[in-house]
């Protein structure tokens, strides 16, 4: 039988959340002709909804909706949902799984992606019909009934669910206030002195936070509760929320034989597979080399390994980026790199702001940052790329909070770099749709999600849309310029022909003959030449060796474009635009050519930092090429310049 024509596979995936959700979605995307059959078991009433955005149902005056996708995609893409019927055993044995409803499903893969549930701590008091969890929809919408002006709310717990619930409870005019018994909120994410400023930002907007506080019990006082911390004033309240942490749902492990991390979730390889075959683990639910993460992106970083892997891919998981990029009640918060690194701590703070990059061994490893911060991608850049950092960029960070006096733009992103954290979207994905839909931030967030989440990276993908105004930096319009002086001396070069020689010493000009007739200024010219050229050649390591990269690439490049003209200035002075015979007239061609493709590039270059639209579209669609050509030649040059000095002087 042909293999098109087999019945299809079957894989159920156990859970509807934001990473179920998207493992559908990628399946589907490399599975076009339906070789497996898909059967979503949602525990939840509704479709996948944007849990990042809960907070909104509670705080927005016309309740958003949320959902990721409606039921009708669902159906449009032979995706099976079975909505309020959860998975409830699994039997790895028989190859089956029992839902909520009784039934029996088969299955060739099992995708677990149950999500976490909140910790409930033990705490005397916290199962009063007053005290709420907050992580579902359905919880949103039953504190948003319970929640109105001068409502007395209690949050227990200040990390990002905490603070989130926070600021919607206060939207709907309540009166709140945060337990966190860690010493600082976001004690994950901030460093103390981010996490202070953050404190300050949400406190001038009536958000209370009591840290370094522990709660020993919850009293019911006639119509009212009241919270009791250590070394604390007991707070009346009308309402406590709990959102002190959530734990991996693992609760079918036990059934299905599977292997589980001592601090929750299904213990799963570098191909999110647990120890049983056949049956993965992605998302919250995951324990990755032991750790439960507990974010999006990784979720869906996970979502595609898997989805790879059951449609013959290989992709493996090779790391689990814990970084992240939100804004909570309006206040901008960023944690990029590994916070758990030890290294040369250097900060900035300027009011509302905070910034502060750890640094080991001449390098970023880890950024946290409260407020807006323009220069944030440069940061993140430099992160994912192991550039080396000079103490000069550092200094400067210290004074003025960025890196170079030019924060990297958006479009000066490497391809690969996260635009958004929330979503795991790269920016030579939102590029491949700039350039298949049109520069449309719209068309972006529905083909990528990036920028639907938190919202904060949407300023990136608008600059990537063109939507923003980005004018060519100055060392962008000198690059253009440069460039096209290089490109008219080629053209003179070529077209204009050799120079006349004076047909004697007394002639007018006859001085200039002396140049190309001469051994000294010969010489002279030549040795220049060489110099100038290798020096183009060095500083065009500067973005492939990594112990070269120091400083700002821009100027490099400007250098670069600099050393070019000066080859072309060089070599009328030394050849008289004589391109002579035999060795010397490859020589010539191979310089010109160099020069040549070097200026294309450059102009390229140019266009494709500017702002999105066609010109920079097509400047980075032919950049790789131009790049290689003039690689080429560029590298020929040491070759025949060697066997020309040898020729000159030996022969």
Known sequence: MDADSSPPRTCVVAGNGMVGVRFCELLRERDPRRRWRVVVCAEEPRPAYDRIKLSKLLGADEQPDLTLRPADWYESVSVELRLADSVTRID????????ASGRLLSYDALVLATGAAPVVPP????????????????DAESLRARVGDGTRVVVIGGGLLGLEAAA???????????????????????????????????????????TDCRVEAIERRGHQLVVRCRDEAPMPADLVIVAAGVRPRDELAAAGQLAVSVRGGFLVDEHLQTSVPDIYAIGDC???????????????????????????????????????RLSIDGVAVAAIGDATRDGRQVAWANGDRHRSLTVEGGRIVAARGVGDWPGLAQVQDAIERGRRISDRQLAAFERTGELGRHPLRAVELPPKALVCHCAGVRRDQIDAVVATQGANPAAVAAATRASTFCGTCAPLVAQLCGQVEQPAAPPTRALIAIS?????????????????????????HAWLSDLWREPVPKQTTGFALVGVATAGMALSLRKRVSWFRRGRFSTYRLLHAAAGLACAVLVVAH????????????????????????????????????????????ARRVRPPVTWAHLLFLWLLPVLIGFHVFAVYYF
Request: glycine share 10%; proline share 5%.
């Open 286 to 324: 995951a324990a990755v080399r032991g750790e439960p993460c507990g974010l999006v992106a990784p979720g869906y970083e996970m979502a595609r390994v898997v989805a790879h892997h059951l449609t013959g891919g290989s992709e493996r998981l090779t790391a689990v980026d814990r970084s992240c």
């Open 575 to 618: 050849t008289g635009m004589h391109f002579g015979a035999n060795l010397n007239r490859w020589l010539m061609v191979a310089f010109v050519a160099t020069l040549l493709t070097g200026a294309f590039l450059g102009v390229v270059c140019g266009a494709a930092a500017g702002p999105n639209g066609p010109r920079a579209t097509w």
């Open 92 to 99: 790895a044995d028989r190859r089956q799984v029992a839902t």
């Open 484 to 508: 096209l002086a290089v490109a008219a001396s080629c053209a003179a070069i070529v077209s204009l022909g050799p120079l006349p020689f004076a047909d004697s010493v007394t002639a007018t």
């Open 168 to 210: 919607g409870c206060r939207a709907l005019g309540a009166t709140v206030s945060v337990v966190e018994r860690a010493r600082y909120p976001l004690s994950q994410q901030l460093d103390e002195q981010s996490a202070q400023v953050l404190q300050r930002c949400l406190e001038k907007r009536d958000v209370q936070l009591k």
């Open 123 to 138: 705490i005397p008091g916290i199962d009063d019909p007053s005290v709420a969890t907050f992580r579902t929809a359905a």
